[in-house]
């Protein structure tokens, strides 16, 4: 079984950054990819950044978010990053890590239902 935890989450006015960690525990080994969730207030989870875990490194992101948010990942701590700069009103909602341990990852890993772990979520509030 796998744990995930993230933290980091806040409130900050619009044009500001936050930095949200999640950190895996448990039986982590093997893993192949991870992502990033948000759901926003009244709308559906969506992928917002993921990536490859296995050695490939291979990043992915939605494209209401490139060039704004990183998404990175840390073997040897077992956490996924992901660094948002420039927050948007419209990037509000609860962020959730997921990730993918234990069998292998499809080539849209932004796609909600390839994940078998999930976090509890952290909330993130960008005020205007």
């Known amino acids: 079984q796998v744990q995930l935890m993230e933290s980091g989450g806040g409130s900050v006015q619009a044009g500001g950054s936050l930095k949200l960690s999640c950190q895996a525990s448990g039986s982590t080994y093997n893993s192949n990819c991870m992502a990033w969730f948000r759901q926003a207030p009244g709308k559906e989870r969506e992928g917002v950044a993921g990536i490859y875990t296995n050695g490939v490194g291979r990043t992915y992101y939605h494209d209401s978010v490139k060039g704004r948010f990183t998404v990175s990942h840390v073997n040897a701590r077992d956490t996924l990053y992901l660094q948002i700069n420039n927050l948007k009103p419209e990037d509000t909602g609860v962020y959730y890590c997921?990730?993918?341990?234990?069998?292998?990852?499809?080539?849209?890993?932004?796609?909600?239902?390839?994940?078998?772990?999930w976090g509890p979520g952290t909330q993130v509030t960008v005020s205007s």
């Open positions: 997921a990730a993918v341990y234990g069998r292998g990852c499809a080539a849209d890993i932004l796609r909600e239902g390839l994940y078998n772990y």
